[in-house]
T-cell receptor, first 110, second 118 residues
Framework: LAKTTQPISMDSYEGQEVNITCSHN???????ITWYQQFPSQGPRFIIQGYKTKVTNEVASLFIPADRKSSTLSLPRVSLSDTAVYYC???????????FGGGTRLMVKP | GAGVSQSPRYKVAKRGQDVALRCDPI?????LFWYQQALGQGPEFLTYFQNEAQLDKSGLPSDRFFAERPEGSVSTLKIQRTQQEDSAVYLC????????????????FGPGTRLLVL
């Protein structure tokens, strides 16, 4: 079972780059790594997904080292609206292996 | 297009009552997931359907929890004889994926149902 560990909280300022790292030491060969964003009173929203190396989309980048035991979500030039909880999800072929971490509460200040 | 919808958004139940929570997935999505999210915690997996088949229910905390998706679209999560520890947000997610690695499926979440058991 791939257990994930993330920092509980992070603070940043508008315009800065934010990097949030998730540790998943027991990741299995078939596991993908997915990051979600959650605002209060809403369900999580997909941000980015990767398997290895680097993935970039219009909102974020995901860096995964060769051993895949961690991953780093990079948010470029954050704004106040990026204040949210960020979860990394790692899991394999069985439902009960879909493990959300405790989440990282990001606070972006003006 | 319409996203995943859940109803009711809020539910207050007295301890011992039965409750039913509804999830309407995105049209055409094959996979459907239920999660339980306690206050300040990440979502925890409850159960998973592919069409009408419940492929994994290992996360259901007790036999008081029951989920169904009889026609492969709308799903209902039922909790019998609710207890105070059942108080949480119940999230439903759907995914287009019908095969491959489960963790590769992009899940689209509904807003959740907040259940409070008094």
């Amino acid at each position: 079972l791939a257990k994930t560990t993330q920092p509980i909280s992070m603070d940043s300022y508008e315009g800065q780059e934010v990097n949030i790292t998730c540790s998943h030491n027991n990741i299995a060969t078939n596991d993908y790594i997915t990051w979600y964003q959650q605002f209060p009173s809403q369900g999580p929203r997909f941000i980015i997904q990767g398997y290895k190396t680097k993935v970039t989309n219009e909102v974020a980048s995901l860096f995964i080292p060769a051993d895949r035991k961690s991953s780093t979500l990079s948010l470029p030039r954050v704004s106040l609206s990026d204040t949210a909880v960020y979860y990394c999800l790692v899991g394999g072929d069985a439902g009960n292996m879909l493990t959300f971490g405790g989440g990282t509460r990001l606070m972006v200040k003006p | 297009g319409a996203g995943v919808s859940q109803s009711p958004r809020y539910k207050v139940a007295k301890r011992g009552q039965d409750v039913a929570l509804r999830c309407d997935p995105i049209s055409g999505h094959v996979s459907l997931f239920w999660y339980q999210q306690a206050l300040g915690q990440g979502p925890e997996f409850l159960t998973y359907f592919q069409n009408e088949a419940q492929l994994d229910k290992s996360g259901l905390p007790s036999d008081r929890f029951f989920a169904e998706r009889p026609e492969g679209s709308v799903s209902t999560l039922k909790i019998q004889r609710t207890q105070q520890e059942d108080s949480a947000v119940y999230l439903c997610a759907s995914s287009l994926a019908s095969g491959g690695v489960l963790s590769q499926a992009t899940q689209y979440f509904g807003p959740g149902t907040r259940l409070l058991v008094l």
